[in-house]
């Protein structure tokens, strides 16, 4: 046998059997006491907020206030230690110390001693606590200190960033830094300032005040709250117990503001906290003066006063609402019994049983079973209603939500279609502009770089015109390179494809990569096999990944992982490599991503969320060009924290190749007795062209346009053929047919900076030579000379296949 259990239940089991005043009383008192104790912790929570934000404000204001004086006295700490620099004395000592140095000897000890007396006098002059004086290296040649023991000579210093940025050589000379030293005799702020004597930085010099109790003392002129400072988890000054601990220390340094102040919770208390910075210790410490109000003691203050009242009102309100509520309910309740009664007789069957008898009770019954007699009335014409119109909403809710859902996938559809159209749209436009002005740049960078490199070639290679000649060869270099990439973004560069292994390319271009991106960037290459081969310009897919690899590079500045992958594209469910139609590559690195707003824009060209000089803005919009000139298709997934995948897709190529080859660009430029015929639009590209190859020995022809070439080869016998591209009226390739048709084929030399988007139509023989613009007198020798011997073995390999 179980013994019940007494408690709870022996109390709320007589409260159930009560009568329904009872409970009404019992619960009015027990609203009534909720609602006082709610109004009085509500008050208390409006106190503690107030009470916080009245010290968020002031200590706000101390910060502030204390944050003037700290700059104040650092800059008054920098004006006395370039003061102390300038002394005749220190200078004097300063010049013997440097006569002694370069003579390669060690600093004597009466040297020394005079210099540390001079220090002595210097510190009491000026009231600070500690005056160093270091070496080139940052080791400590002399020193003075109030209050305690002087740094030790051969101290180094060359770990404080002070002292570091000082002595750089590359730092100003007249500028100094600020910094916290820790010496066994405590924490100073100092202030260090180059030694400097014929432009030459002898050494620095470090002027401190001590941070300790009394600089604590001083700082309190400014606020009364308390005051501790720290250097990292350790407490410096102050009297703050329940803060000299690295807990709480760390629990404050987790709520670092400059601006402000914050709340903090330390050793189970609240603090309204506000701190300034003092700047690091050569362990990179920071060093931070606290103000602190504690915010319990204040609020108990405030709110113990008022306790006792609301106690004793608190308990009058509850009497009264129990016998309020007692009165209420003998008076009214009765008839609602008898009605409630009523309506529960007709709860099983959802239907009244006769009418309830209200003639002689109170008119709000009257009025109440009136209403409920109509109700009932209306629910039942309303319950029919309802069936009717649940059956005909559900057949048009299925043909609703459909509509719905297909109007929603066509409005998503619309959206994304008519964002791709106006980004693609603006990039073209873009890409227009920039080739156009490309085009034109690389006629005139052609003309400068011929013109000079002729001079070059003519001048003595150890005078200083030469040397400015050779300057002005490599600015037009890098003037190509950047038409280059404007072309590459506006797809009209003309591509020189090849039938490629895009594993293959990744993994001779990945040495240079590593070296690249850094040893704190791993590099991962991840090849599928067997891979479809594409047809591409390898310099230029090369350039892509060169490219790619630098974005990722600066967004990976802690390091990471940057993987190339290499895959194809399926046709259907087959993924072997003869059904592949595509074949992927994806660049992924760790960084840190990029929002929406830039990735909508990172192809713009010069659009650069580098700082100014350190990007041109045109790597990615290159990338952009030469995927789309290549046929091939460029996305990019990012977001905020999670890293960037740029994922390149080209077209399989439906036969295998062999890599283009190039001639040697080194030895002497090679010479020739043949007729060449030039064809160029720009007269001073064409005059350049025409007096490089007649200086090495071939007759040179030249005609403006198509009209003028044909009418020249009417006449002469041309052995080659060099035309522009792009021409007004006729194209160079249209001029090659023209030639083709009336007279003996020629050996064909192509020559441009870019290819109009028109030139598609065309498939160049493979065999035909192709001269970039800009090019130097030296690449056209060698293209002209090299196509000229390329025909040659030609038509000697034909003549003995004929005569075997």
């Known amino acids: 046998m179980t013994t019940p259990v007494r408690g709870i239940g022996k109390w ?8 329904l005043g009872i409970k009404l009383a019992a619960l009015g008192a027990a609203v009534t006491a909720a609602v006082v104790t709610a109004t009085f912790l509500g008050l208390s929570a409006e106190i503690r907020k107030a009470t916080r934000s009245s010290f968020a404000a002031e200590l706000s204001r101390n910060q502030r206030t204390l944050q003037q004086l700290e700059a104040y006295d650092a800059s008054q700490l920098l004006f006395a230690a370039s003061l102390i620099t300038e002394t005749p004395s220190l200078q004097y000592d300063l010049s013997i110390y440097r006569v002694e140095a370069n003579a390669g000897g060690r600093p004597r000890t009466d040297l020394v001693n005079t210099m540390e007396r001079e220090l002595r006098e210097r510190l009491r002059s000026v009231g600070k606590d500690l005056l160093i004086v270091t070496d080139d290296s940052g080791r400590v040649f002399a020193s003075s200190a109030n209050g305690g023991a002087a740094v030790a000579r051969g101290t180094s210093l060359s770990a404080l960033a002070a002292v570091h940025r000082v002595l750089d050589t590359n730092a100003p000379a007249d500028s100094g830094a600020l910094g916290v030293l820790r010496t066994d005799a405590g924490y100073f702020q100092v202030a260090a300032y180059p030694l400097v004597q014929a432009g030459i930085t002898l050494g620095s010099l470090v002027l401190g005040r001590r941070l300790d109790s009394a600089f604590v003392a001083a700082a309190r002129a400014a606020s009364d709250a308390a005051i501790v400072v720290t250097a990292g988890r350790s407490v410096l000054a102050g009297r703050e117990p329940a803060l000299n601990t690295p807990t709480a220390v760390a629990a404050l340094q987790a709520h670092v503001a400059d601006t402000g102040a914050v709340t903090a919770h330390v050793a189970g208390d609240e603090y309204v906290a506000a701190s300034v910075s003092f700047g690091e210790t050569e362990d990179r410490q920071p060093v931070r003066l606290w103000l602190l109000q504690p915010l319990s003691p204040r609020v108990a203050a405030l709110t113990t006063p008022l306790r006792r009242p609301f106690i004793v009102f608190g308990l009058l309100a509850v009497v009264i609402a129990m016998i309020g509520a007692a009165l209420v309910a003998g008076t009214v309740l009765g008839p609602f019994h008898r009605f409630v009664k009523y309506m529960r007789s007709g709860a099983a069957t959802e239907e009244r049983q006769g009418r309830f008898d209200a003639e002689n009770e109170a008119a709000e019954v009257r009025t109440l079973n009136d209403s409920f007699n109509q109700l009932m009335d209306s629910l039942a014409a309303k319950r029919r209603q309802l069936e009717e119109r649940t059956a005909e909403l559900l057949a048009a809710n299925v043909v609703l939500t459909d509509e719905v859902r297909e109007r929603a996938r066509v409005e998503q559809a619309l959206r994304e279609s008519q964002a791709q159209l ?8 873009i890409g227009t502009l920039a080739g156009g002005i490309a085009h034109d740049f690389n006629n005139l960078i052609t003309v400068i770089t ?11 290679p150890s005078t200083p015109e030469a ?8 600015a037009s270099d890098r003037a190509a390179t950047l038409t280059h990439q404007l072309l590459a973004f506006s797809r009209k560069q003309v591509l020189q494809p090849t039938v490629l292994d895009l594993a293959e390319v990744a993994r001779g271009i990945a040495p240079m990569l590593r070296r690249i991106i850094g040893e704190h960037i791993e590099l991962r290459l991840d090849e599928s ?3 479809a081969r594409v047809r591409a310009d390898r310099g230029q897919l090369e350039q892509v990944l060169l490219n790619l690899a630098v974005n990722a590079r600066d967004a990976m500045s802690e390091g990471g992982v ?21 074949v992927s590559l994806a660049v992924t690195d760790t960084g840190a991503g990029m929002s929406d707003e830039i990735r909508e824009r990172i192809f713009e060209p010069f659009f650069t969320t580098k700082e100014p000089g350190k990007g041109t803005g045109l790597g990615l919009s290159t990338v952009y060009g030469i995927v789309n000139q290549s046929g091939g298709r460029i996305a990019v997934d990012s977001a905020p924290g999670r890293g960037t995948i740029f994922t390149i897709v080209l077209p399989a190529a439906e036969t295998m190749g062999d890599s283009a080859t190039h001639l040697p660009d080194d030895g002497e430029l090679p010479s020739g007795t043949e007729t060449v015929l030039i064809v160029e639009d720009a007269e001073d590209v064409r005059t350049l062209a025409r007096r490089t190859l007649e200086e090495r020995g071939y007759t040179v022809l030249v005609a403006r346009n198509a009209d003028e070439a044909l009418e020249i080869a009417s006449a002469r016998t041309v052995d080659l053929l060099l035309t522009d591209i792009v021409m007004p009226q006729t194209s160079g390739p249209q001029l090659v047919a023209r030639y083709k048709a009336l007279h003996a084929a020629p050996i064909v030399v192509y020559m441009s900076g870019y290819a109009d988007d028109a030139l598609a139509q065309y498939e160049l023989d493979p065999n035909v030579g192709f001269l970039r613009k800009p090019f130097s007198p030296a690449s056209i020798a060698r293209t002209v000379r090299g196509a000229l011997d390329h025909a040659r073995r030609s038509q000697l390999g034909s003549a003995a296949s004929a005569a075997d």
Not at 450 to 460: F, N, S
């Open 467 to 474: 040397a400015d000649l050779r300057q002005v060869v490599e």
């Open 562 to 582: 940057l993987t190339i992958a290499t895959h194809n594209v399926p046709d259907g469910v087959s993924s072997s490599r003869a059904a592949s139609r595509a």
């Open 529 to 531: 096999a067997p891979l």
């Open 422 to 429: 106006r980004q693609s749209q603006k990039l073209e436009a």
């Open 450 to 460: 011929g013109y000079t490199q002729l001079a070059l070639m003519r001048a003595d």
């Open 12 to 19: 709320s089991s007589p409260l159930r059997r009560s009568s």
